[in-house]
């Protein structure tokens, strides 16, 4: 069986961990493939009795919820080892067994001064801050790159664990001290907490590529999951407003090790509206009372830092380069029982770039910090959508809309979220052949 890639659309917080809770139980393997725990993805769970459990996920792949996957933390994630602790704790107590999972030797890990550097640097960029979650995830990245990163592996081997430790803060403390006049790290200290958490985490190490690889051969389903989105990847995002990852359908190959010629499909998260935490341009921002109400509506405040999401309309420029970009075969869009109640419904269909229109994404930054939003106006609904389970379900305009965005993104529509909830969800074509 081939290998399924699932990515957000826009900036992130689609619904990425809902959609690939859906597709759970039809899945063997769900791998998380980049980022680290600046992703926070939410699932709601129904209970028989009606009542519904949240969790809130952030280094783990979304697929450790349902017991008959094998969740797979890939090489291209980088791993916070004390967050991993405490969130396989806090769903053990939670009754959820996460003994299944496997982290990825060749994975990063998030050593405590990288946490600190991500910290000081935001504050001494001050107004030109990026905004980041303050996870540690961009200084972790650039050490891989720089190739003074440290790895899982590493934490097995004292020895080779202090060199590299060593290796990295010969420069580090430099610069934490003498730049952000702050304390050094202290390498013993570090190298005690990295292998503090040794004898826990042998177990779960493994090749991974290779464990994906005998999967695939024997025609087991397997899921990589992004964390962030098109938007937020360093090469396609809207840079440097972005993360420091490859959340795209290209950065699932190199984030675990499956070829991209084992890729069959293409799966995009896209939210009905839009929406960005931290800094960067955002053309369809609101900042009034239709933002606000997409914001309370959708309960728009972020999973990871609690921070309130900015709010927009929905951009289907955005949604053609995710298209493009990924590859997408199949959308999901989710949030669509948002915008019930509003009389319009706007979708930016181009922008004008000082008296320019422009129907894909501006080359150059600078014109899509000044892009001024077209839009195309659709007839709102006000039925309760939340209990459709099939399409013919949608009230008239609201299958309009989805079939106004199917046309203008150029890929197929196969679900549309109608609540949180594990069901409430209207699939239109199988998300899995
Ligand atoms: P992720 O980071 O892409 O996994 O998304 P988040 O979990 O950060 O944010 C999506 C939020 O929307 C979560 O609170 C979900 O429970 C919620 N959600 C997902 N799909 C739907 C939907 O179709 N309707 C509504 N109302 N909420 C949804
Ligand atoms: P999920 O997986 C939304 C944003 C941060 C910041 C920028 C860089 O839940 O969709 P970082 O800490 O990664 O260096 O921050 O990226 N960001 C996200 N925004 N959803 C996310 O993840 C995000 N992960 C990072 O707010 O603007
Ligand atoms: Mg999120």
Same mark, same amino acid.
């Given at each position: 069986?081939?290998?399924?890639?699932?990515?957000?659309?826009?900036?992130?917080?689609?619904?990425?961990?809902?959609?690939?809770?859906?597709?759970?139980?039809?899945?063997?393997?769900?791998?998380?493939?980049?980022?680290?725990?600046?992703?926070?993805?939410?699932?709601?769970?129904?209970?028989?009795?009606?009542?519904?459990?949240?969790?809130?996920?952030?280094?783990?792949?979304?697929?450790? *919820?349902?017991?008959? %996957?094998?969740?797979? /933390?890939? =090489?291209?994630?980088?791993?916070?080892?004390?967050?991993?602790? #405490? @969130? $396989?704790?806090?769903?053990?107590?939670?009754?959820?067994?996460?003994?299944?999972?496997?982290?990825?030797?060749?994975?990063?890990?998030?050593?405590?001064?990288?946490?600190?550097?991500?910290?000081?640097?935001?504050?001494?960029?001050?107004?030109?801050?990026?905004?980041?979650?303050?996870?540690?995830?961009?200084?972790?990245?650039?050490?891989?790159?720089?190739?003074?990163?440290?790895?899982?592996?590493?934490?097995?081997?004292?020895?080779?664990?202090?060199?590299?430790?060593?290796?990295?803060?010969? *420069?580090?403390?430099? %610069?934490?001290?003498? /730049?952000? =006049?702050?304390?050094?790290?202290?390498?013993?200290?570090?190298? #005690? @907490? $990295?292998?503090?958490?040794?004898?826990?985490?042998?177990?779960?190490?493994?090749?991974?590529?290779?464990?994906?690889?005998?999967?695939?051969?024997?025609?087991?389903?397997?899921?990589?999951?992004?964390?962030?989105?098109?938007?937020?990847?360093?090469?396609?995002?809207?840079?440097?407003?972005?993360?420091?990852?490859?959340?795209?359908?290209?950065?699932?190959?190199?984030?675990?090790?499956?070829?991209?010629?084992?890729?069959?499909?293409?799966?995009?998260?896209?939210?009905?509206?839009?929406?960005?935490?931290?800094?960067?341009?955002?053309?369809?921002?609101?900042?009034?009372?239709?933002?606000?109400?997409?914001?309370?509506?959708?309960?728009?405040?972020?999973?990871?830092?609690?921070?309130?999401?900015?709010?927009?309309?929905?951009?289907?420029?955005?949604?053609?380069?995710?298209?493009?970009?990924?590859?997408?075969?199949?959308?999901?869009?989710?949030?669509?029982?948002?915008?019930?109640?509003?009389?319009?419904?706007?979708?930016?269909?181009?922008?004008?770039?000082?008296?320019?229109?422009?129907?894909?994404?501006?080359?150059?930054?600078?014109?899509?910090?000044?892009?001024?939003?077209?839009?195309?106006?659709?007839?709102?609904?006000?039925?309760?959508?939340?209990?459709?389970?099939?399409?013919?379900?949608?009230?008239?305009?609201?299958?309009?809309?989805?079939?106004?965005?199917?046309?203008?993104?150029?890929?197929?529509?196969?679900?549309?979220?109608?609540?949180?909830?594990?069901?409430?969800?209207?699939?239109?074509?199988?998300?899995?052949?």
């Amino acid at each position: 069986m081939p290998a399924i890639v699932l990515v957000g659309a826009q900036w992130g917080d689609e619904g990425k961990g809902k959609a690939t809770d859906l597709m759970g139980e039809d899945v063997d393997y769900v791998v998380k493939f980049n980022g680290g725990n600046n992703a926070g993805h939410t699932v709601v769970i129904e209970a028989e009795d009606g009542s519904r459990e949240k969790y809130a996920l952030h280094l783990l792949p979304s697929g450790i *919820l349902t017991p008959s %996957v094998t969740p797979i /933390i890939g =090489n291209g994630v980088v791993v916070d080892l004390e967050v991993l602790f #405490e @969130e $396989l704790d806090g769903l053990n107590a939670r009754g959820v067994d996460t003994s299944k999972l496997l982290v990825s030797a060749n994975a990063h890990v998030i050593a405590p001064y990288n946490r600190t550097l991500d910290k000081v640097t935001e504050r001494f960029l001050g107004a030109r801050k990026i905004g980041t979650t303050g996870r540690g995830i961009g200084p972790t990245y650039a050490d891989k790159m720089n190739r003074v990163g440290i790895r899982i592996q590493d934490i097995f081997d004292e020895g080779i664990l202090r060199q590299k430790v060593d290796a990295a803060l010969a *420069l580090k403390n430099q %610069v934490l001290v003498k /730049i952000y =006049n702050t304390r050094a790290a202290e390498a013993d200290r570090v190298v #005690e @907490e $990295l292998l503090s958490y040794a004898d826990r985490l042998r177990p779960m190490v493994a090749d991974t590529a290779l464990v994906l690889e005998k999967a695939l051969n024997e025609g087991q389903n397997v899921l990589l999951e992004a964390g962030q989105a098109t938007l937020l990847d360093v090469d396609h995002g809207t840079y440097p407003f972005v993360t420091s990852s490859s959340a795209t359908a290209g950065g699932a190959c190199t984030g675990s090790g499956i070829p991209p010629t084992r890729v069959s499909r293409v799966i995009a998260i896209l939210k009905a509206y839009t929406t960005r935490v931290g800094e960067g341009p955002f053309p369809t921002e609101l900042d009034d009372d239709n933002g606000e109400f997409l914001r309370k509506t959708g309960a728009e405040y972020g999973t990871t830092t609690g921070r309130p999401r900015r709010c927009g309309w929905l951009d289907v420029v955005i949604g053609r380069y995710a298209t493009r970009i990924n590859g997408v075969t199949d959308f999901v869009i989710t949030k669509l029982d948002v915008l019930t109640g509003l009389p319009k419904v706007p979708i930016c269909v181009a922008y004008d770039v000082d008296g320019v229109r422009h129907d894909e994404m501006p080359v150059g930054q600078s014109d899509f910090h000044h892009a001024t939003p077209i839009y195309e106006e659709l007839d709102g609904w006000w039925e309760d959508i939340s209990g459709c389970r099939t399409f013919e379900d949608l009230p008239a305009n609201a299958q309009a809309y989805v079939l106004r965005v199917e046309e203008l993104i150029g890929a197929r529509v196969s679900a549309i979220g109608v609540g949180p909830g594990r069901h409430e969800i209207i699939e239109r074509h199988a998300l899995l052949d």
